[in-house]
């Protein structure tokens, strides 16, 4: 087989596969190899451009493609269709190319095209359908042994199934079962790695989905599974930003739970995205920073600084959450500034594609409805804080998110005074009891019995400096 290691840079198929797609785009401009349409429009669809993607297609790109080439080519761009917010338009052209691949002997052929369908289910919300299109194709590639394709522009066996995984590890997470996630994620993960022709985008992409549940419980198996694979990754610089966010993710496991990795040792610099560099002051703001300090102010300042780089209309993976998250810091300090925050996280809502886990995630209304609670608080609206502190609060002890529910928990007790508030940071406490997290957590129960709780009482009339509020 054409191995993708041996092409050079030059070689549009091997730009793709180590994530320079800009250089891809370029390539493929005028190229008309076999393979090119594809990948072009496969290309388009990962940077945004579905528009792009429409437009060829009903200009009739596809009219002079061989008929495996064909195939492949109206799956994504039923995918970028999808994009668009054509469901109906997605759904009829992936159909097609189900017809069309049922007529050859290729199930490989016939496999990818299935994803291509449970991902555009998956994108349109219906995630029973996405599920069983997933099983009844896991089932089918599994079959195959060792076949593999010979053109170096598909996807092979183990590559599909890293990538079905994935779609079974976004559907357990939007239903709100996160052990689950985290194991088909694993497996997605372990699938990658025997890809004869390493998709280093994809391993670098999913690294980054695993390593987001680190801060969310212990996962010893996921954590030590992602440093070993990061460690061992080739990293570039269209991919390093997800380094980025697994040595944060790494560390914030860290400080909440106790492990022994050296984050470190991932080397790398800080990646340039203000999503990841908002991600990680949020995190260190949360779990990490002490609020009685004057560095903590000097975090929160510069969090929010970041969070105005941006007017958020554009996807950041993540960004909605984190705006969401610094809002409900911001608060007790700057009612005004959690509110502009929370309106960019609704921009931001507002600019993701449905593809993404997070779209999907019902983590998101707990953190909203956590965010309203405590700009509830801060306005002196008790009632209505204490309605979505509570809506939060029992959806992450229902979920097992019980880092979540022990800030989320002291938050709530200043207003209901309700001992059972507690548990949560009290079990967290007793069980994680040497950790930086639990520290922190123990100096806020010992501080909850103060009838006016002011955790930063450094910041005098409450207010953010003139220098972050103007």
């Known amino acids: 087989m054409f191995s993708r290691r041996s092409q050079p840079l030059a070689d549009p198929f091997a730009a793709v596969w180590l994530g320079e797609y800009e250089r891809a785009v370029a390539l493929l401009h005028h190229d008309t190899r076999p393979g090119a349409a594809f990948t072009r429009a496969r290309v388009y669809a990962h940077l945004r451009l579905t528009q792009r993607v429409v437009a060829d297609y009903e200009a009739g790109a596809d009219g002079t493609l061989g008929q495996t080439e064909a195939i492949l080519y109206r799956s994504v761009v039923a995918w970028a269709l999808q994009r668009h917010h054509d469901r109906d338009g997605a759904l009829a052209l992936v159909a097609q190319a189900e017809r069309d691949a049922a007529g050859l002997r290729d199930p490989l052929l016939r496999a990818t095209v299935a994803y291509y369908r449970a991902f555009v289910e998956y994108g349109a919300g219906d995630e ?37 995984f994935e779609i079974v590890g976004n559907i357990r997470g939007a239903r709100g079962d996160y052990a689950g996630r985290e194991r088909a994620l694993i497996d997605a993960v372990l699938c990658a790695e025997l890809v004869r022709n390493r998709d280093y985008v994809h391993e670098a992409n999913l690294l980054a989905s ?59 610099r ?34 929010v600084s970041i969070a105005r780089a941006s007017d958020w209309s554009e996807a950041a993976d993540d960004g909605a959450d984190r705006l969401l998250e610094l809002a409900a810091l911001v608060a007790p300090h700057d009612v005004a500034v959690a509110r502009e925050l ?19 995630d019902p983590r998101r209304s707990a953190i909203d409805a956590f965010a309203r609670g405590c700009i509830a608080k801060a306005e002196g609206d008790s009632a209505t804080a204490l309605a979505g502190l509570n809506a939060a609060n029992a959806f992450w002890r229902e979920r097992g998110l019980l880092v979540r ?12 005074r309700d001992d059972a508030d507690l548990s949560a940071a009290r079990a967290f406490v007793a069980t ?13 129960l010992a501080a909850s019995d103060a009838s006016t709780p002011r955790p930063f009482p450094y910041l005098g009339d409450g207010r953010l400096t003139p220098a972050i509020a103007e």
């Open 128 to 164: 029973v359908a996405a599920e069983r299109t997933v099983e009844a194709t896991l089932s089918l590639v599994e079959t195959l042994g060792d076949s593999e394709p010979r053109e170096p522009y598909r996807f092979e066996r183990n590559h599909l199934r890293a990538r079905l």
């Open 210 to 268: 695993l390593s987001a549940l680190l801060t969310e419980f212990p996962a010893v198996r996921a954590r030590e599974l992602v440093f070993v694979k990061a460690l061992r990754l080739s990293w570039n610089a269209h991919i390093d930003r997800h380094r980025a966010t697994i040595k944060a993710a790494l560390a914030g496991n860290r400080t909440i739970f106790g492990n022994s990795i050296d984050a470190e040792a991932l080397g790398g």
């Open 270 to 303: 800080s990646a340039p995205a203000l999503s990841y560099r908002l991600s990680r002051c949020v995190g260190s703001l949360t779990y990490d920073a002490w609020p009685t300090s004057e560095s903590y102010a000097d975090e929160l300042q510069f969090a």
């Open 342 to 360: 929370f309106e960019n996280s609704e921009r931001a809502s507002r600019a993701y594609s449905p593809f993404l886990v997070t779209c999907h």
């Open 405 to 416: 529910a022990a800030f989320g928990g002291i938050e709530a007790f200043a207003l209901s």
């Open 432 to 444: 994680y009891a040497q950790t930086a997290f639990a520290r922190r957590l123990r100096a806020a």
